[in-house]
C-alpha cells in the first residue's frame, strides 16, 4: 500500500481502479478527453473502438506507461483501491510492477525461459534459487505454459512459437506478483488456436487478479469480457456490462460500431 495526500473518492464496493476525468496530452495534442471510468476487481474490462480512438493510449496511462514517453502529459486521477497512482510521492516503478503489462507482441527478452519468468524479483532483489525456481513454476502454471516447457527452462525464449512466447510474456508479468494486468491487443499477432489459448487464460486469470484489456475484436470482447467500455476520437462514450453493450447500447455511436456500420 501507498500514501495518497488527495482526498479518496468514493467507490463502490469491489472498485478495483477508479478513473476520474482522465486527460492525456501528446505534447498539445489531446488524444484522451476527460474520460472516467470504473475496473470491478477480479472481472475482465474491455476497451474497444476504431484505430485511432485513443484505447492503447488509454490503458497506458493506468500504469503511468506515458511517464516513459517524451511529451505526453496526463491529467486526472487513476485510484488504485482508492490511491491516486499520480499522486507525486508514489514511485511509478512500483505501481507498474502492482499494475502489469501484456503488449500487442510478445516481446520475451533474449534470455533462457526461467530467466524471463524471474526477471522482476531478481530485479527487486531476490537471490535464492529455491524461491525463485517456486517462482517461475508458480507463474507458468498461472500462464497455462508450464506443462509446454517444464523440461527446456533453461533454454532461449526465442526458441518457442508465438503464442508461447505472449503467454511466457504474461508468465513474466505474473512473476511479480501484480494486482492488475493490462494486455494491449495481446493476441492481434496469433493464430486462432494461439488466440484460443489467450482467451482460456484471460478467463482463468481473473480469478486471481483484475484484466483490463484492449482488443479490435468484437467477437473477443464479447466472449472474454465482463464489462466494456466504448471509445471513439479519444472520448469514452459509454460503459456498461458487455451484455447490455452488446444488446441494448445507450449511443447510437456504440450501436453503429458494434454493428459495422462505423469503423
Known amino acids: 500500500m501507498f500514501a495518497d495526500t488527495a482526498e479518496p473518492a468514493t467507490i463502490s464496493t469491489g ?3 477508479n478513473v476520474e476525468n482522465l486527460d492525456v ?10 474520460a472516467s471510468l470504473a475496473v470491478p476487481v477480479n472481472q475482465v474490462m474491455a476497451l474497444i473502438g476504431p484505430s485511432g480512438c485513443g484505447k492503447s493510449t488509454f490503458i497506458r496511462a493506468l500504469n503511468r ?15 488504485l483501491d482508492n490511491r491516486n497512482i499520480y499522486a507525486p510521492e508514489i514511485d511509478p516503478v512500483t505501481i507498474r510492477y502492482r499494475i502489469g503489462m501484456v503488449f500487442q507482441r510478445p516481446n520475451p527478452f533474449p534470455k533462457s525461459i526461467f530467466d524471463n519468468v524471474v ?13 525463485l525456481m517456486e517462482i517461475c513454476e508458480r507463474s507458468l502454471h498461472r500462464a497455462a505454459l508450464w506443462d509446454e516447457v517444464k523440461d527446456r527452462l533453461d533454454r532461449s525464449a526465442m526458441t518457442l512459437s508465438g503464442g508461447q512466447q505472449q503467454r511466457l510474456c504474461i508468465a513474466r508479468c505474473l512473476g511479480v506478483d501484480p494486482e492488475v494486468i493490462l494486455m494491449d491487443e495481446p493476441a492481434s499477432a496469433l493464430d486462432p488456436i494461439a488466440t ?16 483490463v484489456i484492449v482488443t479490435h475484436s468484437m467477437q473477443q470482447a464479447a466472449r472474454i469480457s ?4 466504448f471509445f471513439l476520437m479519444g472520448e469514452l462514450l459509454e460503459t ?3 451484455a447490455t453493450i452488446f444488446t441494448k447500447p445507450k449511443d447510437k455511436r456504440t450501436e453503429d460500431y458494434i ?5
Open 259 to 263: 454493428t459495422g456500420r462505423y469503423g
Open 119 to 131: 526477471y522482476g524479483p531478481r530485479i527487486h532483489g531476490e537471490t535464492d534459487k529455491a524461491t
Open 240 to 242: 456498461d456490462t458487455t
Open 15 to 17: 472498485t478495483k481502479l
Open 226 to 229: 465482463d464489462n466494456t467500455a
Open 65 to 79: 506507461m506515458h511517464d516513459l514517453t517524451p511529451g505526453a502529459r496526463v491529467e486526472g486521477r487513476v485510484l
Open 196 to 211: 484460443s489459448k489467450i482467451e482460456d487464460l484471460i478467463e482463468a486469470l481473473k480469478k486471481e487478479y483484475t484484466v
Open 25 to 34: 496530452y501528446y505534447g498539445t495534442f489531446q488524444a484522451i478527453k476527460n
